[in-house]
């Protein structure tokens, strides 16, 4: 029976720690770091994702502003407030909540955050040092708090066979990239992949990123197998990952729940990303 990766006890002990570091920042400099949030039109989930992480913010004594704008927005505008916020000395992290309502030109309005401040680690300056193997400001959030997750385990990654399911920027190729730099072997699959069931059971870390719950049953997973499952899929009966969690359990060696693994993981690197740019400004390290 695989061990269950608790992500809300790894997130917390994150968070605890940025509490305190947060705290000794002040202390020493007078700097309290503050995470900017900019949420454009009314989706639902998103709402839900922006309160979550105020909430987390304000328990690890980050200052947040929530520019809440309506979806009919003006680009151009948009644009204006994300440079006037890039020179505001007291903002140091800058988070456009995804999705941005269709009439939005994504890409077009991400570039405009300077990359010191992007703490959601998916600007295009911070991606393209990842994937040239230099040293980004921040790492993307999901993607390094699934890092930790399996560090979490004590095993090496080092020389592992491991399978990305999943070729989104925001998860799948960063935690590729990421799994690469640790040393594993990497094979990134995706829906047009053959025998994804064959790949799978080579893996001896797994990484599901697909959004379509069940897509990993149990007889795909190599014995022993680290299995991370970041999907978020919202079914009647609740919210369910991308693997049969019960089947999958009696295989794995380790395992993460969802909820409860990978969604604490991607806050807490966000709160930890902010702290660390604060320190940056401050001359703190
Ligand atoms: P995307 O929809 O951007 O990417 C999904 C990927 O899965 C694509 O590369 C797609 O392939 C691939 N895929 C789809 N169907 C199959 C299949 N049958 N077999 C193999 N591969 C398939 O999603 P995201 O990467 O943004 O998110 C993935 C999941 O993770 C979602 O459930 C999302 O809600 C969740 N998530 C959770 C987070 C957390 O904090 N817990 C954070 C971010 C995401 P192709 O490229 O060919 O279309």
Known sequence: MAKI??????????KDEVREKAAKLFEATGVRPKLSVILVGDDPGSQVYVRNKEKACAEAGIETETHRLPASYDEKQLIELIKGLNAEQKV???????????????????????PAKDVDGLHIENLGR??????????PC????????????????????????????????????????QHATVTICHSRTMNLGEIVK??????????????IKADMIKRGAIV???????????LAGDVDFEGAREVAGY??????????????????NTLTSAER?????
């Open 130 to 139: 990842l994937f040239a193997g230099q040293e980004p400001y921040f790492y």
């Open 5 to 14: 990766i608790d992500g809300k006890i790894i997130a917390q002990g994150i």
């Open 255 to 272: 395992i993460t729940p969802v909820p409860g693994g990978v969604g604490p993981m991607t806050i807490a690197m966000l709160l930890s």
């Open 142 to 181: 999901t993607p390094s708090g699934i890092i930790r997750l399996i560090l979490s385990t004590g095993a090496q990654i080092k020389g592992k066979e491991a399978v990305v399911v999943g070729r989104s920027n925001i998860v799948g190729k960063p935690t590729a990239m990421l799994l690469l730099g």
């Open 92 to 114: 140091h992290g800058i988070l456009v909540q995804l999705p941005l309502p269709k009439c939005f030109n994504e890409k077009e309005v991400l570039i405009n955050v300077a």
């Open 281 to 285: 400004f401050a001359g703190y390290r």
């Open 202 to 215: 080579r893996a001896d870390i797994l990484v599901a990123a697909i959004g379509k719950a069940g897509t």
């Open 228 to 238: 991370i499952d970041v999907g978020m899929n919202r079914l009647p009966t609740g």
